[in-house]
């Protein structure tokens, strides 16, 4: 089955600053990348995915990029605001959606 | 505007018995799936339904089971609770593509399950 190994577990970010994550997949027939957001108590929430026929894609402060070459994709969010503070999950789905273990984000104010 | 409504919130069971994670959605979905979610290993499958009347099996299957009678409704069945099952539970239901969710999933906000 899929295997998704997602980095770094915690990362602490100045206000303003840019926070990456980054996964990993094995299986090369994945072709949906989704990333998830889940705050304190709440279930996950879709901020973007991304497609395989797709090398990256923005949605204002977030985006994604994907090398199915490398077989691995990233999660970028500039300008980093205290409400960006949240678990976050990448996943990998070819049947069955996949995830990572989860980065905790800290935006430093 | 209810999405994926999960029940109860909040349970304690002791070793060996037995209960019922209800799960309701209100968006006509077709997919529905069960996490667990623990420390340091993100989400991970349990059981998925792609349709009424059919279910099958995720990553850590193994102690529950699940039956798919409407759209709106996928209840996670544990037979006999064990303290390895001490977890967070998800549903979470999607538009279904073929055989396997490939689109947004919408997520409860969560069953805390103990076993003592």
């Known amino acids: 089955g899929e295997n998704v190994e997602q980095h770094p577990s915690t990362l602490s970010v100045q206000e303003g600053d840019s926070a990456v994550i980054k996964c990993t997949y094995s299986d090369s027939a994945s072709n949906y990348f989704p990333w998830y957001k889940q705050e304190l108590g709440k279930g996950p929430q879709l901020i973007i995915d991304?497609?395989?026929?797709?090398g990256e894609k923005k949605d204002q402060r977030i985006a994604v990029t994907l090398n199915k070459t490398a077989k691995h994709f990233s999660l970028h969010i500039t300008e980093t605001q205290p409400e960006d503070s949240a678990v976050y999950f990448c996943a990998a789905s070819n049947y069955k959606l996949s995830f990572g273990a989860g980065t905790t984000v800290t935006v430093r104010a | 505007n209810a999405g994926v409504t999960q029940t109860p919130k909040f349970q304690v069971l002791k070793t060996g018995q037995s209960m019922t994670l209800q799960c309701a959605q209100d968006m006509n979905h077709e997919y529905m799936s069960w996490y667990r979610q623990d420390p340091g290993m993100g989400l991970r499958l349990i059981h998925y339904?792609?349709?009424?009347?059919?279910?099958d099996q995720g990553e850590v299957p193994n102690g529950y089971n699940v039956s798919r009678s409407t759209t709106e409704d996928f209840p996670l069945r544990l037979l006999s609770a064990a303290p390895s099952q001490t977890s967070v539970y998800f549903c979470?239901?999607?538009?279904?593509?073929?055989?396997?969710?490939?689109?947004?999933?919408?997520f409860g906000e969560g069953s805390r399950l103990t076993v003592l």
């Open positions: 991304i497609r395989s026929n797709v």
């Open positions: 979470a239901s999607g538009t279904s593509g073929g055989s396997a969710n490939t689109g947004e999933l919408f």
């Open positions: 339904s792609v349709g009424a009347g059919i279910t």
